[in-house]
C-alpha cells in the first residue's frame, strides 16, 4: 500500500478500502474480491504499527443497476464523511479518493493537508497526475501516452479559451472538504464519469483548485468493466481498435475563446450575442437557448463582475462538454492527438526551439504546464 510509506502529516489519517462486487457478478469475479478482502485484512493485521487505521468495506452483491465506479467511491466517502463531522464538527477534514491500483507520491498526505490549510475557501481540488510509462510494451506505452495527451489537451485547451472551469476531473486524483462533500449530497452513483458529474458540482459550489506539489500515479491498466476511462481506452487501443489516438480539433476550444472574450459585453449588449461567436457556437446557443438565458441573466445581476461569474454558472463544464461534442459531429471532425496538440501548444505559446517532434516530448511540454500551474486555479 503506497499509502503507508508516505510521510505523516501531522494530523489524523484513516484509510477506507472499498471491496465492492454486483449480485450478478461471474464466480470468478466473486472469488476474487473473497481473496483482495482477505489479502486486505491480513495485511492490515500484519502493520498494526502504521500510524493511522484501515477498514475494508466488503460489499460482494451491490444493485446490478447501480453497482460500479460511482457507488463504490459514494460507500468509502459517505463512511468517511460521517467519522470526519462526528470527530472534527469545527473542521471537517478532507476526503480524498483514490483507485486501489494507484501509486502515490511520498508527500501525498502531506501536500493535501498542507493545501487546504494554505487555501482555506477552497471546497476541492484537483491533484496533478501522471500515468507511469516505463516497463510498458511499446504499444501499451504509445496507447498511454496519446491518452494522457488526449486529458491534458482537454485542461489546456480550456485554459486557452479563458475558461473558469479548466480542471482534470480525474475520479483517482481529487479531493473535497467533508462539510462541502455533504451539502452537496455525496458522491453520484453513476456507473463511468461520476468524477466529472461529482467535481462539476463542487466547482458550482464555490472556490476549486489545483494541487501540484504531490503526484498520483493511476495505473495504465486495460479494464472492460466501464464504458470509457483509461481503462476502456487501453483496452480498445492494445486491441488493435485504434491506429492513432484521436482528439478534438482545437478550433472547438479557439470558437469558445472568441465567444469568453466578449463576456462583458454580453452583460451591456444583447445585440452582441451572436455578433462575437463563430457561426458554430452561434448554431450551439440557439440550440441552448441562451437568448433567454441571457435575458435572466441580465435581469438578475447587477453588475459585469456578477453576471460573469453566473454566466460561467450556466456555461458549466457540462455545457462545455456538450458544445465539444455538438462541434466534432457537426463540423470539426476529431484529428490525430499529436496533430491537435501540437496546433495547441503552438497557440498557447512559450515553447522554444520548435515544437516537439513525438507524442511524449508533447507529453513531457503538456505535464511540465500542468506541473508548473500554468493555468492553474487556487482556491
Known amino acids: 500500500m503506497a499509502l503507508a510509506d508516505c510521510d505523516r502529516p501531522d494530523t489524523s489519517v484513516a484509510v477506507i478500502v472499498v471491496v465492492n462486487g454486483s449480485e450478478e457478478d461471474e464466480d470468478r469475479d466473486r472469488l476474487a474480491n473473497v481473496r483482495a ?3 486486505l485484512t491480513a495485511w492490515v493485521d500484519d502493520h498494526r504499527d502504521l500510524s493511522f487505521d484501515v477498514t475494508v468495506q466488503y460489499h460482494p452483491r451491490l444493485p446490478q443497476r447501480q ?5 463504490a467511491r459514494r460507500l468509502g466517502m459517505d463512511a468517511a464523511c460521517e467519522n470526519l463531522l462526528c470527530a472534527t464538527p469545527k473542521r471537517p477534514g478532507i476526503i480524498a479518493a483514490l483507485d486501489a491500483d494507484c501509486r502515490v507520491a511520498p508527500n501525498y ?18 491533484l496533478y497526475f501522471e500515468h507511469p ?13 496519446g491518452y494522457e495527451l488526449f486529458l491534458r489537451l482537454y485542461r489546456q485547451g480550456l485554459v486557452y479559451a479563458g475558461s473558469p472551469h479548466a480542471f482534470h476531473t480525474v475520479g483517482s486524483a481529487m479531493a473535497v472538504r467533508a462539510d462541502v462533500y455533504r451539502r452537496l449530497g455525496g458522491m453520484n452513483r453513476r456507473q463511468a464519469g461520476e468524477d466529472f458529474y461529482f467535481l462539476q458540482k463542487v466547482m458550482a459550489h464555490g472556490p476549486f483548485s489545483d494541487l501540484t506539489t504531490t503526484t498520483v500515479f493511476p495505473s495504465p491498466r486495460i479494464s472492460h468493466r466501464v464504458p470509457f476511462g483509461t481503462g476502456r481506452a487501453m483496452g480498445k487501443w492494445c486491441e488493435g481498435d485504434m491506429e ?9 476550444f479557439s470558437d469558445l475563446r472568441s465567444f469568453f472574450g466578449h463576456i462583458r459585453e454580453l452583460s451591456q449588449d444583447l445585440g452582441a450575442v451572436f ?19 441571457l435575458e435572466e441573466l441580465r435581469a438578475n445581476t447587477a453588475s459585469p463582475d456578477a453576471f460573469m461569474k453566473r454566466f460561467f454558472v450556466w456555461f458549466n463544464p457540462f455545457r462545455i462538454l456538450k458544445w465539444v461534442h455538438f462541434a466534432t459531429e457537426c463540423y470539426y471532425p476529431k484529428i490525430p492527438v499529436f496533430q491537435a496538440a501540437s496546433t495547441l501548444l503552438g497557440w498557447l505559446g512559450g515553447v522554444s526551439g520548435g515544437l516537439p517532434g513525438t507524442e511524449e516530448e508533447l507529453l513531457r511540454l503538456f505535464r511540465e504546464r500542468d506541473r508548473l500551474g500554468i493555468g492553474t486555479h487556487r482556491g
Open 109 to 126: 498526505l502531506t501536500a493535501l493537508v498542507e493545501h487546504f490549510q494554505n487555501y482555506p475557501k477552497t471546497g476541492g481540488a484537483s
Open 244 to 252: 492513432k489516438f484521436m482528439s478534438y480539433d482545437p478550433r472547438v
Open 37 to 39: 478482502r482477505d489479502m
Open 133 to 145: 510509462l516505463d516497463g510498458l510494451p511499446p504499444w501499451h506505452r504509445a496507447g498511454i501516452v
Open 275 to 293: 455578433a462575437c461567436s463563430s457561426p458554430v457556437l452561434a448554431q450551439f446557443l440557439e440550440q441552448q437557448c441562451f437568448r433567454q438565458a
Open 67 to 71: 453497482a460500479g465506479v460511482g457507488l
